[in-house]
């Protein structure tokens, strides 16, 4: 790129943009204030606020591709990733999402027979740094295995416009790792405060 085209490319970007580029604005999920992770305590005695940022698989550290500098809201918690260029979240509660889960979502079937230890895991992402580029959601936790439960957990995932994927580690006999995502879904963020 020529100098005179780069200038003018950064003259074409808006003000909030480059707030954002450097840790202020407003998160375009929830309108909230931005922060960075950094700026942020895992607090462990309670559960995660993002377990896609505070995994507590690294004793606090930030799991990757999150660092101290990645962007953070304050109010809906979700993270900027810089390199899939989406915010995520990810809770094992399905409720504390501040745009609500989508129903085939947070109503998809969690068998009881699972272990108990392992976590039943919501994310949600907005792609884009605007979160203009589209909605994913998905579900995922271990359960006891068996044809009944893949048959079943398929029939709700065709008739929801779900992928279902199913993996097996050799690490945990007898059981499945499933997991369900919708597709990508519209949505409308948030204005960015002091957008033209
Ligand atoms: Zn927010």
């Given at each position: 790129m020529q100098r005179r085209e780069f200038v003018l490319a950064l003259s074409l970007l808006p003000l909030s943009a480059v707030g954002i580029a450097h840790g202020g604005g407003s998160c375009p999920v929830c309108g909230g204030n931005l922060t960075v992770?950094?700026?942020?305590?895992?607090?462990?005695?309670?559960?995660?606020?993002?377990l896609e940022v505070w995994n507590r698989s690294y004793h606090g550290y930030i799991s990757?591709?999150?660092?101290?500098?990645s962007q953070f809201c304050k109010k809906c918690h979700f993270a900027y990733d810089e390199i899939s260029m989406k915010w995520r979240r990810a809770s094992e509660a399905p409720d504390s999402f501040f745009v609500p889960l989508l129903p085939v979502v947070r109503g998809f079937p969690i068998t009881e027979s699972r272990p108990k230890n392992l976590r039943v895991v919501y994310t949600q992402t907005f792609s884009g740094q605007d979160a203009s580029q589209g909605r994913i959601e998905s579900v995922g936790f271990w359960a006891n295995d068996s044809e009944l439960l893949r048959s079943k957990l398929e029939n709700y995932a065709s008739s929801n416009d779900l992928a279902l994927h199913f993996y097996t580690a050799l690490s945990m006999p007898g059981q499945v790792s499933v997991k369900a995502e919708t597709p990508n879904n519209s949505f409308k963020p948030t204005p960015l405060r002091g957008a033209a």
């Open positions: 992770v950094g700026a942020i305590k895992d607090d462990t005695s309670r559960p995660s606020i993002n990757e591709p999150f660092s101290s500098n």
